[in-house]
């Protein structure tokens, strides 16, 4: 069976720029082996201090609906655990993604982080 290659993008609640240092790494390492155990392949991966950017290969029995809320759950639910200081936001994530299978622009994504709200 073939797979589809999508690209996703999702910021922090409240576009906090939580995501550095060792909360990034073990961010970069929790989304590696996620992926690696559902069989899905990592392309890219860029985490940023407010929003992450990653394009990966996946059957076309899983939606890009189920990859983010698996993605999105394992990390905030490791991640607080590890760093309690990420308790302070009422959650890790916004509940918007962007994800497309189309190649998409630069100026696309940084419109779609921009447009997220601050509160």
């Not at 939580?18 to 909360?23: D, R, T």
């Not at 059957?59 to 655990?81: A, D, E, F, N």
């Not at 189309?102 to 696309?108: F, L, R």
């Amino acid at each position: 069976m073939g797979s589809l290659k999508y690209l996703f993008v999702w910021t922090t609640k409240r576009k906090k720029p939580v995501l550095v240092n060792e909360i990034k790494n073990r961010l970069e390492e929790i989304i590696t082996e996620t992926l690696k155990n559902k069989n899905m392949k990592l392309h890219t991966l860029e985490v940023h201090p407010n929003h992450i950017r990653l394009c990966l290969s996946a059957t076309p029995g899983i939606s890009p609906h189920q990859i983010t809320r698996i993605l999105k759950s394992k990390t905030s639910r490791t991640l607080r655990t590890e760093f309690p200081e990420l308790l302070k936001l009422p959650s890790l994530w916004t509940r918007k993604y962007l994800a497309t299978t189309e190649k998409i622009h630069e100026d696309a994504v940084r419109k779609y982080i921009e447009k997220q709200p601050k509160n």
